[in-house]
């Protein structure tokens, strides 16, 4: 050991540790910093719910400068570092002393901790606890110790740090460690177990609501921040207008953030391999730019993502054309691209079996207001579809679109395997947008005149975008709503490839969401690194 110990006096290492007493008790954070290259002179105490937390007076500084690696029996006899945490509630209250590691410090586990003088641990062979992730700057979090307090009850404990005996020079030469040391209220824990999984989701994206929106006729055309509306899982909420920060960086792409799903899942909509700003033109937002939905569009049936019969028989009932069969042409496509670029490249775990729905309900001419429309959804049969009158298309100026996120009908809700929430029809969990979600985001009302350029669905060019809509059956001619490169919400033939490009949605899954960091920006995606 003094071979070893003369060989690291030759340089310098550092290792502070930030006292950060965090008392989360209602969500709100409290953070109180110290100088670790200073001597503490007297009492600092935080209050905050159930809980003071003091810290005691030291006369060293937790700072660990020109250290080198020990034996645990002198890493013992350091002087601690003391804090003292007093329940001031009327009733029992429960505690997590946890420690983080700085992101970009040395790796943690050269680091060895010692609290209330028990056996030393090396910090990674701690639980790292995903209940409460590391704060914005830190790569992990390590529960030291826990505990609960009666009325009026104290703790005091010790924390003592060193460098691990068996670290080696190159392990630690030239770096410092980074910690912080927090207190966290178990009263935390309970509020967050009565969240719902979406609201779960919203809090670790650090957003907050807006509250429910009636009005979707105006373009977005500014950051609007989030809303929220209720799906099929519970309640969803969605980004609106200009929004800068739903980029998400995944399998090696990047996405935009369409909203939370009601089950925590995080719809996203595929934007290419470099994060485009809003409003972008680029070939490479889209997986194929010239693709037909499917390749007739004689027959009501082709509206479908799946339909029946095979071929080009004709459909004779609505229950024939909507049997979910066959793959439609784009459905494919979007297949042979998930399973290259997802499932065989091992993301797949990733992904959430979450609903799309393409729905193919027939609510008839009293609610529609086409005077044609037979309801039927079969053959030939003229027939506007369900999202034909949420966005008000017969309607004198198309005023009063009433978007959803529920799917009318089960049998058009796709899902891998779940028959619970859907149909259980598809092969891999990609889909494509509703014209709902992209009136939600703010594209405005349909028709003539009324376009928007500025928010992040618009994508600039030549090329439109397919959504999973269907708009009618009219005049042995199958349409689908499409975001256009203009910024106009329109529809285009069912077998029309020229110019009509494909961005998948897929839904990340409420566990990988919680792994994620970043801010959602272009520079700082969401992404699991």
Not at 161 to 189: A, C, F, H, P
């Amino acid at each position: 050991m003094n071979q070893e110990k003369k060989k690291f006096d030759s340089f310098k290492i550092k290792i502070f540790a930030v006292i950060a007493l965090t008392i989360i008790i209602t969500g709100t954070v409290t953070y109180g910093f110290f100088n670790p290259n200073k001597t503490q002179t007297g009492k600092n105490t935080l209050t905050s719910g159930c809980f003071n937390v003091t810290l005691e007076e030291n006369t060293q500084s937790i700072s660990l400068t020109n250290a080198y690696p020990v034996e645990d029996e002198k890493g013992l006899k350091n002087d601690p570092y003391t804090l003292t945490i007093t329940n001031t509630c009327d009733t029992v209250a429960a505690y997590h002393l946890i420690m983080d590691s700085k992101t970009g410090s040395f790796d943690s586990s050269h680091i060895k901790v010692a609290v209330d003088e028990r056996a030393p641990k090396v910090l990674t062979s701690f639980k790292v606890n995903s209940g409460y992730p590391a704060s914005t700057g830190y790569g992990a979090s390590h529960i030291l110790k826990s505990g609960s307090l009666q009325k009026d009850e104290s703790a005091t404990m010790s924390i003592k740090l060193w460098i691990d005996s068996e670290t080696t020079y190159e392990n630690v030469s030239g770096k410092n460690w980074e910690g912080q040391v927090r207190v966290v209220s178990v009263v935390k824990e309970i509020e967050d177990a009565n969240k719902t999984a979406s609201e779960k989701t919203l809090d670790k994206l650090g957003l907050a609501s807006n509250g429910v929106r009636t009005d979707f006729d105006d373009p977005a055309t500014t950051d609007e921040g989030v809303f929220e509306m209720e799906d099929d899982y519970g309640m969803s909420y969605y980004y609106r207008g200009a929004v800068e920060n739903n980029y998400v960086k995944f399998a090696g792409f990047y996405w935009r953030i369409i909203r939370v799903n009601g089950d925590g899942s995080l719809r996203i909509i595929y934007d290419g391999s470099q994060a485009y700003a809003n409003g972008t033109n680029g070939a490479g937002r889209y997986i194929n730019t010239s693709i037909a939905y499917n390749t007739n569009a004689n027959d009501a049936k082709y509206v479908g993502w799946m339909y029946g019969p095979a071929g080009t028989d004709s459909s004779t009932s609505k229950g024939e054309a909507q049997t979910n069969l066959v793959d439609s042409n784009i459905k494919g496509v979007v297949d042979a691209w998930y399973k290259t670029n997802i499932e065989d490249a091992g993301y797949g775990n990733a992904v959430s079996d979450t609903l799309f729905c393409n729905d193919r309900s027939t609510p008839g001419k009293e609610v529609t207001g086409w005077s044609d429309d037979t309801g039927l959804g079969y053959g030939e049969n003229t027939t506007a579809y369900g999202a034909y009158a949420r966005m008000r298309v017969s309607s004198s100026d198309y005023t009063g679109a009433t978007p959803t996120f529920k799917c009318p009908e089960k049998n058009d809700a796709f899902t891998v395997n779940d028959t619970s929430k859907g149909n259980g029809a598809l092969t891999y969990p990609v889909g494509l947008i509703t014209v709902d979600e992209i009136v939600a985001a703010g594209s405005g009302k349909y028709g003539q005149g009324t376009l928007n350029n500025k928010y992040y669905l618009y994508r600039a060019g030549r090329t439109s975008n397919w959504s999973l809509s269907p708009y009618l059956m009219n005049t042995y001619h199958a349409t689908a709503f499409v975001m256009s490169p203009t910024g106009l919400l329109g529809n285009a033939g069912i077998n029309s490839s020229y110019e009509n490009a494909i961005a998948p949605v897929i839904n990340l899954s409420a566990e990988y969401v919680r792994i994620l960091k970043g801010m959602g920006t272009t520079t700082d995606p969401f992404q699991n690194a």
